[in-house]
């Protein structure tokens, strides 16, 4: 088995989502990732009787709820024939990603329809899916997966997020783009806040060209220098900063990893690229922006974010980088 597969095997076992964990004696069960071992899962080896790896069945006791089995009947053609479509996308070797997510109700109807999570096991990705059980801080979650990423480039990404068929080839594009200006870029996303927001007149405060709640945004430019990010997508690199386990609750971690870059040297851009974002429910209908927004204007929803904009202006006070406006939350003064 070469190491790509291994990798693909590996997190395909971690990503069972919505199944319950009961296998028959001598079959190992997937092993969820939360706060507590993210970097255990990586030393986990293939455990047969939990997936299917090139024919092998699953062997599971009466009452117990397997993975599905999408898996191919030959993965390691598969594998290369996805390999060479991957190639001939965007020419040369491809490159290769970890993806990084927290799942919730919305996966199943959302990333867990994009093309690239459903050809996972036959693709060179990684995809650590995170369970929060316990409603650890988002950017501790990240944190942790960020340290334990096989691949320069890492895609931290929302559950409630679907890739359209085609994000691989135009992620290379876009990419190669913004490095071919800033190889040394700090933090890339498909949402965020122009730097020039709001002191150039007729600058949007939202650049972007993702489609949310079904409405489609044309305020997108590529190249563009942001100075916050939505968090619905998030893509750092190897020399990109850490994102900040102490940060609470699950707001402003899109900003707060822009000024870390900021701080370090490092400029942000608008990765200008379609995802649809808040598309479907649980129940696999529209989700409503009204529904959404009585959420979020909620007392415990303002609560939250109020902790979080405490720690934040605590944090970045001294750095004189505000104002600071974001998608949603804006950080005007200490």
């Not at 876009?174 to 200006?181: F, G, M, N, P, V």
């Not at 400029?267 to 959404?292: G, I, Q």
Request: a negative charge.
């Amino acid at each position: 088995m070469t190491r790509a597969m291994h990798m693909a095997v590996v997190f395909l076992m971690a990503a069972t989502l919505g199944q319950a964990n009961q296998c028959s004696a001598g079959s190992e069960c997937p092993t969820d990732i939360n706060s507590n071992n993210v970097a255990s899962l990586l030393e986990t080896k293939p455990q047969t009787g939990v997936f299917n790896d090139g024919g092998e069945g699953k062997h599971c006791s009466s009452g117990c709820e397997c993975p599905s089995d999408d898996s191919p009947k030959h993965p390691m053609l598969m594998l290369q024939t996805n390999l060479q479509m991957h190639k001939l996308e965007v020419g040369g070797e491809a490159p290769t990603i970890t993806f990084v997510t927290v799942t919730d109700e919305s996966f199943q109807t959302n990333l867990g329809v994009s093309l690239l999570w459903q050809q996972r096991d036959t693709l060179p990705h990684e995809w650590l899916v995170l369970k929060n059980d316990e409603g650890a801080g988002i950017s501790k979650l990240y944190a942790q997966a960020q340290s334990v990423a096989h691949h320069r480039l890492v895609v931290f990404l929302h559950p409630d997020v679907t890739l359209p068929d085609d994000w691989y080839a135009n992620f290379r594009s876009k990419l190669a783009q913004i490095e071919a200006a800033d190889p040394n870029w700090g933090v890339l996303g498909t949402a965020g806040v122009p730097v020039l927001y709001p002191d150039t007149p007729g600058t949007p405060k939202i650049a972007s060209s993702i489609k949310s709640f079904g409405n489609k945004f044309n305020t997108g430019a590529d190249n563009l220098p942001v100075q916050s990010l939505d968090e619905h997508l998030l893509v750092l690199r190897a020399g990109s900063p850490k994102f900040d386990p102490n940060l609470p609750g699950f707001d402003l971690y899109g900003t707060d990893i822009v000024l870390s870059a900021r701080q370090a040297g490092l400029k942000s851009y608008l990765l200008n690229l379609n995802v649809m974002h808040k598309a479907k429910d649980a129940d696999d209908k529209p989700v409503m922006r009204k529904n959404w927004l009585s959420k979020v204007h909620s007392a415990d929803y303002q609560k939250r974010g109020s902790v979080t904009k405490a720690y934040m202006q605590n944090k970045w006070c001294a750095s004189k980088f505000f104002p600071v406006y974001g998608t949603f939350y804006d950080l005007l003064e200490c």
